[in-house]
């Protein structure tokens, strides 16, 4: 715990008031104070650790004292009014500095902030001793608080946070640009503490109330503040997010300071000043002065310090990697939705699917294609997880289905039996109206429910609960195939599976593809493909590359094979080219 009189120097530190210019707007009280008591000195006078500073002053010339037997060091203490008639006749005063150059007479009145620190006194002093009426000293008070809103005002005036008196953001954009003449070029590092995860923020205000967490950037910015000592200047930005500036150093040593800094405000929680579990990180971010943006420097450093808290680090140095990766990753999540609308963005391609008995290709798997007009061809794989549990997922989907029903339609007019499949994602099922459109848009291409297949995967269905079963219940009573998708990479049991509205398992290509080459695969793949036609599943299996894979499928008795042995996936226009010369699909 802090003791009074170390929150108390905290509390006028951090009105950024001491040994500031003097000012009319308190030059013109003290003027008036001297004027009413009649009196030739007035001063408004705050207590630092070993000095009364004057902020303004009518009648003396320099503008400090000693703290020590300074009466406006009593008024700071006692927080009352001061009187002391006579300072010769006052044990205490006698020998004090003001008695030595010839104060007799002294009264004061407390400066006291609103949270009730008292910064200093408001005095009148007078050569001659002298009585004060009840009326003085009520004038006297008057006049400090005065004071005190002239303080208060300046200090709230856009350039410190008032919850905490720290510099707010514009400050650090001040102070950086001062720094940057100063030192152009210069490496500095940011740190950027985050006291509170932002997502527990908002439990926090309900919970604990907004007095709570302004009590929370109040404790800890004082804790901050004393942890990076006076040199470094501390801004908050709000939320309880800090940031302050150091010199440039090695990685080790800055993370040193930055988990030293999370200890001390993991200390306030043991301390018992803050009654929840504070869960502070700090993010490091190295920079020359002028070779970036402020706004620039604040985001790398923030996001240095959530990947560190992503990480479960007390601490992070930025990492452009990661931070390419984020950018990338929310370039794509927020290009979706105009990529849908441009059309020439997503495409689809088409795998063949080869009887393993007859060698025919019966059908073929749908994938998307994403030409991002940046970033170029972006795989499927990386942006597929991404938006499949956002509301993006029920638009792409539409869309996919949308293109792969038409593409079959019209293979279906040009009398070629081709089984398209459709991947569909998890959230899809979720949709109360998903089966339904699917159906509508079979009826608008007068295709038939047999020419169409979907593929979910076993994660998918699992803890999708009943509303994902009674959409496949709609999709398998109209006559459409589900296959169960990448099977044998999740946790489920057939038997779970089996209460499923399935029809095929697709075997995952991570147990095909080294089909050849490894024993125990082989082991795994017999007892699956086993087990699945004994509950009554036809198998497919994905990812078949090699002559030996096939083979040895054939003699499992696999139904139907996918891979790069037989076609990597295809436009449509290569696909018909493909299926006129090897894949012997049975025309008309
Ligand atoms: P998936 O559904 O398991 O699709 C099969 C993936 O295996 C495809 O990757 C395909 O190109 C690849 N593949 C096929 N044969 C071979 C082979 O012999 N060897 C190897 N190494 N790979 C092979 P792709 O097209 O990159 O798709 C990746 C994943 O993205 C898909 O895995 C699927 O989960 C997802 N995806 C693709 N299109 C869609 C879509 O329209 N909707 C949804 N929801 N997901 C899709
Ligand atoms: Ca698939
Ligand atoms: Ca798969």
Same mark, same amino acid.
């Given at each position: 715990m802090k003791n009074p009189e170390q929150a108390r120097l905290f509390?006028?530190?951090?009105?950024?008031?001491?040994?500031?210019?003097?000012?009319?707007?308190?030059?013109?009280?003290?003027?008036?104070?001297?004027?009413?008591?009649?009196?030739?000195i007035s001063a408004v006078s705050l207590t630092d650790a070993d000095r009364q500073w004057f902020k303004s002053r009518v009648g003396v010339d320099h503008c400090e004292i000693p703290r020590e037997k300074a009466p406006c060091?009593?008024?700071?203490?006692?927080?009352?009014?001061?009187?002391?008639?006579?300072?010769?006749?006052?044990?205490?005063?006698?020998?004090?500095?003001?008695?030595?150059?010839?104060?007799?007479?002294?009264?004061?009145?407390?400066?006291?902030?609103?949270?009730?620190?008292?910064?200093?006194a408001m005095c009148v002093l007078g050569t001659e001793p002298r009585e004060v009426t009840e009326q003085e000293?009520?004038?006297?008070?008057?006049?400090?608080?005065?004071?005190?809103?002239?303080?208060?005002?300046?200090?709230?005036?856009?350039?410190?946070?008032?919850?905490?008196?720290?510099?707010?953001?514009?400050?650090?954009?001040?102070?950086?640009?001062?720094?940057?003449?100063? +030192?152009?070029?210069?490496?500095?590092?940011?740190?950027?503490t985050e006291v509170v995860e932002a997502s527990e923020l908002s439990i926090l205000h309900r919970t604990m109330g907004p007095a709570f967490l302004d009590e929370l950037a109040r404790v800890s910015a004082q804790c901050l503040q004393e942890a990076i000592g006076s040199e470094s200047k501390l801004y908050h930005l709000g939320s309880g997010q800090f940031v302050h500036l150091v010199s440039a150093d090695s990685d080790e040593r800055l993370i040193e300071h930055a988990l030293r800094l999370r200890e001390d405000l993991m200390a306030l929680e043991s301390a018992r000043e803050v009654p929840v579990l504070v869960r502070p990180v700090v993010g490091i971010a190295t920079f020359r002065l002028g070779e970036m943006?402020?706004?620039?420097?604040?985001?790398?450093?923030? +996001?240095?310090?959530?990947? +560190?808290?992503?990480?479960?680090?007390?601490?992070?140095?930025?990492?452009?990697?990661l931070d390419d990766s984020f950018q990338r990753r929310i370039m794509l999540l927020s290009d979706v939705s105009r990529a849908l609308e441009s059309d020439d963005e997503f495409y689809l391609v088409f795998q063949p699917r080869v009887s393993v008995k007859t060698g025919v290709c019966q059908g073929a798997e749908a994938l998307l294609r994403w030409r991002h007009p940046v970033l170029g061809e972006v795989s499927p794989a990386e942006f597929i997880p991404l938006i499949e549990n956002t509301p993006m997922a029920r638009s792409l989907t539409a869309w996919?289905?949308?293109?792969?029903?038409?593409?079959?339609?019209?293979?279906?007019?040009?009398?070629?039996?081709?089984?398209?499949?459709?991947?569909?994602?998890?959230?899809?099922?979720?949709?109360?109206?998903? +089966?339904?459109?699917?159906?509508?848009?079979?009826?608008?291409?007068?295709?038939?429910?047999?020419?169409?297949?979907?593929?979910?995967?076993?994660?998918?269905?699992?803890?999708?609960?009943?509303?994902?079963?009674?959409?496949?219940d709609i999709l398998t009573e109209a006559g459409i195939l589900i296959a169960i998708?990448?099977?044998?990479?999740?946790?489920?049991?057939?038997?779970?599976?089996?209460?499923?509205?399935?029809?095929?398992?697709?075997?995952?290509?991570?147990?095909?593809?080294?089909?050849?080459?490894?024993?125990?695969?082989?082991?795994?793949?017999?007892?699956?493909?086993?087990?699945?036609?004994?509950?009554?599943?036809?198998?497919?299996?994905?990812?078949v590359e090699s002559e030996a894979a096939l083979a040895?499928?054939?003699?499992?008795?696999?139904?139907?094979?996918?891979?790069?042995?037989?076609?990597?996936?295809?436009?449509?226009?290569?696909?018909?080219?493909?299926?006129?010369?090897?894949?012997?699909?049975?025309?008309?």
């Open positions: 509390a006028l530190q951090q009105l950024n008031i001491l040994d500031t210019s003097p000012s009319e707007s308190f030059d013109r009280i003290t003027r008036m104070a001297s004027q009413l008591f009649g009196l030739p060091a009593d008024v700071s203490t006692s927080s009352q009014v001061v009187i002391i008639n006579d300072m010769l006749a006052s044990s205490c005063y006698r020998e004090s500095h003001l008695a030595n150059s010839g104060i007799r007479f002294y009264a004061g009145a407390p400066l006291t902030t609103r949270e009730g620190y008292t910064l200093g000293k009520v004038t006297l008070v008057d006049l400090a608080a005065m004071v005190m809103s002239q303080i208060e005002l300046q200090h709230a005036f856009g350039r410190v946070d008032s919850l905490t008196g720290l510099a707010n953001r514009g400050q650090f954009d001040e102070g950086l640009q001062d720094l940057t003449l100063d +030192a152009p070029g210069e490496q500095r590092v940011a740190l950027f943006t402020v706004s620039d420097i604040l985001r790398s450093a923030h +996001a240095a310090s959530l990947d +560190a808290r992503h990480m479960g680090e007390g601490a992070g140095l930025f990492s452009t990697e996919v289905v949308h293109r792969a029903i038409r593409q079959a339609a019209l293979w279906h007019r040009q009398g070629r039996k081709l089984r398209i499949s459709i991947n569909v994602s998890a959230t899809n099922l979720e949709e109360a109206d998903f +089966a339904q459109r699917v159906l509508a848009e079979l009826r608008e291409a007068n295709l038939p429910t047999d020419a169409i297949e979907l593929e979910v995967t076993e994660s998918a269905l699992i803890g999708k609960g009943q509303a994902a079963v009674s959409q496949l998708d990448d099977f044998g990479t999740g946790y489920s049991s057939l038997s779970y599976l089996h209460e499923l509205p399935a029809n095929i398992v697709k075997i995952d290509r991570g147990f095909i593809t080294h089909l050849g080459e490894d024993a125990r695969t082989r082991t795994l793949v017999a007892s699956m493909i086993g087990m699945a036609h004994d509950l009554g599943y036809s198998v497919v299996a994905e990812g040895y499928l054939g003699q499992l008795g696999c139904n139907e094979v996918q891979g790069y042995l037989f076609a990597k996936p295809l436009l449509p226009d290569t696909f018909e080219t493909w299926l006129g010369s090897k894949g012997a699909a049975r025309v008309g």
